[in-house]
């Protein structure tokens, strides 16, 4: 089985490559992130078309996740259990169109979109390492109830784990995705025996998933990486490859990311 992640920065403006991209590269499963559309603006006819439930949550023009299936698609959840809320001052607070968990050929995936964090003083910095810690929480509570669970934690994580994971760590001092606070709430999920399974299988250095839309940011190769797949001890023993597409970064009408890609041999059969 193929399962990918992808941020596609509006579902309808990229449709024709997203779709593209499952034809081309056999994908059975993919969590897609910033939708940018409420659930009814979902396009799912036009992945129906191409063979893919669809389980989508999103409520306004901004975040927005989604998991389209060709192999099943059940026990979808629209959010995890203690998932925190926000607001802005002033405005009650609210749940977040930013994690959606679905079960799919055996596979429990979840596409998750974790906060930006805006700046090191802003609200959303907060609210962004309570969401990691939440996160991490319910995962840990999901595996301990069924320790042979296959589970795949995967999305943007916001966060640049390891110096090498930019193209110039020194140009995001004193900004947000390489503060010591979210790189210890990132890495405490491999604390909690969860494996970042692209680690495994891809270069350390210069394997970047993102790149800015300005000054000239791709051609000159100055990327994050900050896509990952976070996997149980079951799953991690299933994925034989990994791989970054990097050529949907190029030519007109690209997302700013790129699709991760997990090859995952088949697991036991029913128990």
């Given at each position: ?17 997203v779709l593209a991209f499952l034809e081309r590269s056999g994908t059975d499963v993919l969590a897609i992130q910033e939708t940018k559309c409420r659930a009814d603006q979902f396009p799912t006819e036009a992945f129906a078309a191409a063979g893919y439930e ?218």
């Open positions: 089985m193929r399962i990918a992640t992808w941020n596609v920065n509006s579902v309808r403006t990229r449709l024709p490559r669809v389980a989508v949550t999103g409520y306004h023009q901004w975040n927005g996740v989604a998991v389209v299936s060709r192999v099943g698609l059940e026990d979808v959840e629209t959010s995890f259990g203690g998932q925190p809320l926000f607001g802005k001052e002033g405005v009650d607070p609210a749940l977040e169109a930013r994690a959606l968990g679905a079960t799919c050929g055996g596979v429990r995936v979840w596409s998750l979109y974790v906060p930006h964090g805006r700046t090191l003083t802003d609200p959303h910095y907060a609210y962004k390492l309570e969401w990691l810690a939440a996160l991490r929480a319910r995962a840990q509570e999901w595996v301990a109830a069924e320790p042979d669970l296959p589970l795949g934690l995967l999305g943007d994580w916001n966060v640049i784990p390891r110096d090498t994971d930019v193209w110039d760590v020194s140009a995001f001092e004193g900004h947000t995705h390489v503060s010591a606070p979210e790189r210890e709430a990132f890495e405490a999920f491999a604390a909690s025996g969860f494996t970042e399974v692209t680690r495994e299988h891809l270069p350390a250095e210069r394997t970047y998933t993102y790149w800015d839309y300005q000054q000239l940011a791709f051609p000159r190769d100055k990327g994050l990486r900050i896509d990952f797949a976070y996997a149980s001890k079951a799953l991690a023993a299933r994925v034989t490859g990994v791989t970054i597409d990097r050529d949907e970064r190029r030519g007109k009408g690209a997302s700013d990311h790129v699709p991760v890609v997990l090859d995952v041999a088949a697991g036991p059969g029913p128990r």
